[in-house]
């Protein structure tokens, strides 16, 4: 590998993505290449912390390289406020299992982990299972091995001995800048190797001019750009060297403000997050990651406009956005008639906007679904509706026919079960239910009578009656009583009408007559 190769900022294909994991396994890379891209993602959670944010995701397996440097999409929900983030084994810090305090220690913890994955080959033992609270890293190549100490103490498991992320990012460019002066180096014995001082002058000439149209090209693109003339400064930036001054940085920052500009929003924050903490990128992430949940709201894509705002936390008003993808969204389910769901957003949101009203009215579509369900017989679907008016009295006794009306086509129905359908009557027609198989024994048991014609129904199951019933074994079915002769013949002798919980008629078949007959007590 020539001095050359041991510069970090080395050539690669433009734009195109390979996984952080597979980067660092690379053989054909050098140290100085690796650095420099890890030193890209300390950077930028570096300026994070110094804008407040803290508690990242960070792990190889969410990070990538593009020309060199590493990108990670940060999640940017603080652990203290809004969730808990997945657990990475080996990354992630002790106080994340244990639920302590996190702070921007815990990243310091999980970029310790990935510079030792990169010094050694694999990522510490999960926190849980290590007793040494130093970790011991071992072997080392020489040329990284000024980072043993700083990676040591960053995954030291107290929280409180590990060093600030600066320290990091300082010992970094203790090493990064050596590259540079192998390259100066170089540079100088090819200067030494010239013999002609005529054509050295030339070249020295040849140079200034460079330099010169280089420096007013790149005036001018910064012009352009604070004025927000982002293709032409790509262009102005295209006529000066990649090593003049931040060029490179410079026109990936053009680049990706003119796409934020375009509303290409996805691709303006992956190029603002490489870029780290150069001029005000990381801003510019968020800006471009705020453009693109705006987008995903005004195309109706409300629940990942809700999740994108979400994941910005205090960015800007991003959490009062949230809350207006949510109510857009409950507006859209209601339209689509999926009440529940519009119900549970809205009280999610309450007080917000006119959630009161509309709360108020889809009540009121929601028990008249339950009741519909209710009257065609689908009493798991009605009792699911008005188990959600969780305030209206009528609708939890319905809720409980429901259920006992599931009990009775399961034909286990038991008289405690029977007294509380009882209950409901108050709120529920249970007419539909006194004389149904599973319950008109239940129901008629006692004695009735209108003054004169009597009928008893015993607990026992015995029958007694001033009318005429037939001679034989006596039964129910279908809303009657049957009479079994010579244990083959069965007649019908009494039909029963329900009236109300205490008033039956019965239509006796013998005298094609009809009772009214009262319960007594």
């Given at each position: 590998?020539t ?5 970090a900022?080395?050539?690669?294909k433009?734009?195109k ?8 396994d ?18 930028q ?23 060199g440097?590493?990108?990670?999409k ?6 203290q406020?809004?969730?808990v ?18 702070g921007?220690w815990?990243d ?7 510079f ?5 080959g ?40 590990r060093?600030?992320?600066d320290?990091l ?37 040849l ?16 012009k ?9 400064a ?33 691709q303006?924050?992956e190029l ?31 629940e990942?406009a ?20 949510a109510?857009?969204l ?30 108020s ?6 028990f ?6 209710y009257?065609?017989?689908q ?39 029977y ?33 004169t ?6 607990a026992?199951?015995?029958i007694?009656s ?22 083959r ?19 006796c ?13």
């Open positions: 590998m001095a050359k190769s041991a510069v900022r080395v050539v690669f433009r734009g993505r390979i996984a952080l994991q597979a980067f660092l690379d053989s054909n890379l050098t140290h100085e290449q690796k650095l420099y891209a890890l030193e890209c993602i300390v950077s959670v570096l300026a994070l912390h110094r804008s407040g944010r803290y508690g990242f995701d960070i792990y190889p397996g969410k990070m990538y390289t593009v020309n440097r590493a990108v990670f940060p999640c940017l929900a603080q652990l406020n809004t969730g983030l997945p657990i990475r084994p080996g990354y992630s810090a002790p106080e994340r299992y244990s639920g302590e305090m996190t921007p815990t310091v913890y999980a970029l310790s982990a990935l030792l994955r990169f010094m050694t694999s990522a510490p033992p999960p926190a849980f299972e290590r007793e040494d609270i130093m970790i011991q890293i071992e072997p080392v190549p020489e040329k990284i091995r000024p980072l043993v100490s700083i990676v040591a103490q960053g995954l030291c498991l107290r929280s409180e001995k060093p600030p992320l320290k990012a300082a010992e970094l460019k203790t090493l990064l800048p050596a590259a540079d002066e192998v390259k100066g180096k170089a540079k100088k014995h090819r200067f030494f190797r010239r013999r002609f001082t005529a054509a050295f002058c030339v070249l020295i000439i140079a200034g001019g460079a330099v010169a149209v280089s420096e007013i090209n790149y005036a001018e693109a910064l352009l750009i604070q004025n927000g003339s982002y293709a032409k790509s262009r102005a930036l295209g006529g000066v060297p990649a090593f003049y001054r931040d060029t490179k940085e410079l026109s990936l920052y053009a680049q990706a403000s003119g796409m934020l500009e375009q509303g290409r929003y996805e303006a924050a603002f997050l490489s870029l780290g903490s150069f001029r005000d990128a990381a801003g510019m992430a968020l800006l471009s990651q705020y453009g693109g949940a705006l987008q995903l709201l005004e195309t109706g894509r409300y990942s809700r999740t994108a705002f979400l994941a910005l936390g205090g960015f800007e008003d991003a959490i009062q956005m949230a809350d207006e993808a109510y857009r409950a507006l859209h389910n209601m339209k689509d008639g999926q009440l529940l769901e519009a119900q549970e957003a809205l009280r999610a949101l309450h007080p917000y906007k006119d959630t009161k009203e509309l709360l009215n889809l009540d009121d579509k929601i008249d679904k339950a009741r519909t369900y009257e065609r017989e009493y798991e679907q009605a009792a699911v509706y008005f188990a959600a008016l969780r305030k209206n009295t009528q609708a939890k006794a319905y809720g409980r026919v429901c259920t006992l009306a599931l009990a009775m086509q399961e034909g286990c129905f038991s008289r405690a079960q007294e509380e359908l009882l209950r409901c009557a108050a709120y529920v027609d249970i007419a539909h239910f006194a004389l149904s198989d599973a319950v008109i024994q239940l129901f008629i048991e006692g004695k009735w009578n209108d003054g014609d009597t009928f008893t129904l015993e026992n199951g015995s007694s001033s009318l005429p019933m037939g001679e034989g074994e006596h039964f129910f079915r279908d809303t009657a009583l049957f009479c079994r002769q010579n244990g013949e069965e007649e019908k002798v009494i039909l029963f009408g329900y009236i109300n919980n205490n008033t039956i008629s019965l239509y078949c013998a005298s094609t007559a009809t009772y009214t007959l009262t319960r007594q007590a």
